[in-house]
């Protein structure tokens, strides 16, 4: 067995000029294509998992990560990485947790950079930066990463897909879990193309950030800036109806404090401070009025016209009707 | 604009709070939030894509031979796992934990040709969560296991259904692992850096948990499990993995170069947060039984459903490597290597022709005032449970 997989490593580096100029990963899917496929994977996995690591940070995220240079620059999703400066640990594939500091982060392409402190000058395994701008549709890449959390009885976990659109993220089929945020995704040249981000339902449904998001702002990152909060909306937003406020709870139902000048609520003349106790004829009730408020409206669709039920400064309850909008794209 | 911050913001933020407070991060889910909140009105997931049809027709030719040893194992006219086929005289091989099989109630099983056949439970493995069965009378296609190491990571493995084409094709994630079962003791174990004397060492015990109930203290080193030698950590978990929560172990430990023993009551592994179960369910069903086994590989065909577990897993070489034992999670299939199918069915046979031995009325074992009649019967498997959380115990040789 062991003759056999080393032969056909011998194979592989001989072939690899040629497989260049025709890349492998947007043949036909054949017999002798998967053959290739997996030769390289084989070749390839364990420079990725020996710079595949495991990220904890201080206040809250943990999540996978990737070494990118010698020094111990790490690469994770920006919500893994979380507030610039906060303490990090990052856990090696050997097990040894090492102490780190987070980077730089840009909320809402969800990039964040971690380094390894390295007071020894260590020199760490890494892997190279590719150019996601290069994938195309069909493509095979290769995720790596530590689906529900890091495990010292588990290596880090490899999965194969094929991308199946880009727009602001990579959407693939690689299957990926919490746990996964901040993990790598590769070419079949072995280079950097992506790092998860996000999931929706389907499992096919899979977004990785691209590559190039983080080389467009790297001396941000490396400098620890800290954009683009995470709390402002992302590009599927804007296929959800908006409402256009922004405010808490409240026991007599969900209180308004800001309202969008341009948004749909502002149009209607609702104001900050009025408290919204109906919508779209259901009660909000007076507990976690927030979610409840958020449910209602995703339950409607963009142009919809809704009543909105409202108490204003004491005065009689307020019906309101307001005409659900688009988000604006920035 | 910049108060304009929005409601869904708030949507958000609430989800990465929950994501701090459980230190469960990760992948943060965004469109299933608003599946969950718009239902049919949800942006349309993307279809799978149209093109997997190609890995499976591409994976045909390797699963052709598999085909023929696949069998399906059904009850009341629905296919609940299915098995391989294992010798030439009818062992089928297959998920325990699925099938409702006792000693006293056989099974059906539908074979390569369409034919409806019944096989009786011959034995169980709980810590594989394998059954052995047997289709007695006739002739049939056997498996041919792949021999030597377990198939690495980075291999293309298909999971064959009786179907032409396979059901699934992934690619193999992590080699071979033990998983935890269910049942957990309390203690935090490493190995011990002296591996001439073996055994693992209780780095923490839990204050909380059972062990340390049972007495059982830091820097205690496990030397035994029920009597079974500990060599190293892994060996602990191994153990245990037989077992479910209830079950009380035996342990054997040194303590200042003295022997003692505790008995502890294994408690329930803490459940995952709502978060993590909801992740890994979505887009999925996964196996009741997916933890505690003693050796799995790891692949990432997911495309396959509980009842498709027990079929064969077979390499681009169409070397059947294993057999698939559990949907784990979103990520995760698992698959019991063939060189422990092999061992297994060999323990199984070995134990069924010990009970013939055993039950065979031989003066020579009995004394003349006891009739054959009377004789205990060796011990039977115990049966399964349809409700497939408790596993049977295993007979260990």
Same mark, same amino acid.
């Given at each position: 067995m062991r003759i056999f997989v080393f032969s056909l490593l011998l194979t592989v580096s001989s072939v690899t000029p040629s497989a260049r100029a025709e890349p492998?990963?947007?043949?036909?899917?054949d017999a002798a294509a998967l053959q290739q496929v997996e030769d390289r994977l084989i070749e390839l996995l364990p420079g990725w998992r020996a710079a595949t690591v495991g990220v904890i940070l201080s206040r809250g995220g943990a999540g996978t990560g990737v070494i990118i240079d010698e020094t111990g620059l790490v690469l994770t999703a920006g919500h893994v990485s979380g507030e610039p400066g906060q303490t990090a640990e990052v856990i090696l594939p050997d097990g040894r947790r090492l102490r780190g500091k987070a980077l730089g982060r840009n909320g809402v392409e969800d990039a964040g950079m971690v380094r390894i402190l390295n007071p020894d000058g260590e020199k760490f395994p890494f892997v190279n930066r590719g150019n996601s701008a290069m994938l195309k549709t069909g493509q095979w890449v290769a995720a790596l990463g530590h689906p529900g959390g890091w495990n010292r009885d588990r290596p880090a976990v490899l999965r194969m897909g094929r991308v199946i659109r880009q727009n602001i993220f990579i959407q693939t089929d690689a299957v990926l879990v919490g746990g996964d945020s901040g993990g790598p995704l590769f070419d079949l040249d072995g280079n950097l193309v992506g790092i998860h981000s996000r999931i929706g339902t389907?499992?096919?449904?899979n977004r990785h950030v691209p590559i190039d998001r983080f080389t467009a702002s790297w001396d941000r990152l490396a400098k620890g800036e800290d954009w683009n909060p995470a709390n402002q909306p992302l590009?599927?937003?804007?296929?959800q109806p908006w409402f256009g406020v922004n405010g808490s709870d409240d026991p007599a139902g969900y209180r308004v404090?800001?309202?969008?000048?341009?948004g749909p609520a502002s149009l209607a003349g609702i104001q900050p401070g009025d408290v919204i106790v109906a919508f779209a004829g259901k009660p909000i009730g007076r507990e976690g009025t927030s979610h409840r408020l958020t449910t209602l409206i995703g339950?409607?669709?963009?142009?919809d016209i809704v009543e909105v039920e409202l108490l204003r400064d004491g005065s009689d309850t307020l019906r309101i009707p307001v005409k659900l909008g688009r988000r604006p794209a920035s | 604009m910049r108060n304009s911050t929005n409601i869904f913001v708030f949507f958000l933020v609430l989800t990465l709070g929950t994501a701090v407070a459980l230190a469960? &991060?990760?992948?943060?889910?965004?469109r299933d939030e608003r599946a969950v909140v718009v239902g049919d009105r949800a942006a349309p997931a993307p279809?799978? &894509?149209?093109?997997?049809i190609d890995l499976r027709r591409a994976m045909a030719p390797a699963s052709k031979q598999a085909r023929l040893s696949v069998v399906a194992v059904v009850r009341k006219g629905e296919q609940v796992a299915l098995g391989v %086929?294992?010798?030439?005289d009818g062992y089928v091989v297959t998920?325990?934990?699925?099938?409702?099989?006792s000693p006293d109630e056989p099974v059906n099983l539908r074979l390569a040709g369409g034919a409806i056949r019944r096989a009786r439970l011959v034995g169980v493995a709980g810590e594989h969560d394998l059954a052995l069965l047997k289709i007695d009378g006739g002739k049939f296609s056997p498996a041919q296991w792949a021999s030597g190491d377990d198939v690495p990571p980075g291999k293309w493995v298909a999971s064959v259904?009786?179907?032409?084409?396979?059901l699934a094709v992934g690619i193999v994630s992590v080699g071979r692992r033990t998983i935890p079962?269910?049942?957990?003791?309390g203690v935090f174990l490493a190995d011990i850096?002296?591996?001439?004397?073996?055994g693992a060492l209780?780095?923490?015990?839990?204050?909380?948990g059972n062990a340390a109930k049972a007495g059982v203290r830091g820097g205690d080193i496990i030397t035994a499990v029920n009597e079974r030698t500990i060599g190293k950590r892994e060996d602990v978990l191994t153990e245990i993995s037989r077992h479910r929560p209830g079950d009380v172990v035996v342990l054997t430990m040194l303590r200042n170069d003295e022997r003692v023993t505790s008995r502890v009551t294994l408690a329930k592994r803490p459940q995952p947060s709502t978060r993590s179960v909801r992740q890994n369910t979505m887009g999925s069903r996964l196996s009741d039984r997916r933890s505690g086994f003693t050796a799995v590989l790891q692949h990432d065909?997911?495309?396959?459903?509980?009842?498709?577990?027990g079929s064969p897993l077979v390499t681009l070489a169409g070397e059947i490597v294993g057999i698939n034992i559990a949907r784990a999670g979103r990520t995760e299939t698992f698959a019991v290597p063939a060189s422990v199918v092999v061992k297994v069915i060999a323990e199984l046979r070995q134990a069924e022709a010990d009970r013939a031995e055993a039950d065979?009325?031989?003066?020579? %074992?009995?004394?003349?005032?006891? &009739?054959?009649?009377?004789?205990?019967?060796?011990p039977l498997p115990e049966p399964s449970s349809p409700g497939a959380e408790k596993t049977p115990t295993t007979q260990p040789t």
């Open positions: 492998i990963s947007r043949r036909p899917v389907s499992i096919a449904d590009a599927w937003a804007r296929n404090q800001m309202v969008d000048d341009s339950t409607c669709r963009i142009g | 469960a &991060p990760a992948a943060e889910v965004e279809p799978p &894509p149209a093109n997997e %086929v294992a010798s030439d998920k325990a934990s699925e099938i409702g099989a259904g009786m179907s032409e084409l396979p079962a269910d049942a957990i003791m850096d002296d591996e001439s004397t073996g209780i780095v923490r015990v839990d204050p909380q065909a997911v495309n396959l459903q509980p009842r498709d577990c065979r009325p031989d003066a020579s %074992v009995l004394s003349d005032e006891q &009739p054959a009649t009377e004789k205990p019967d060796a």
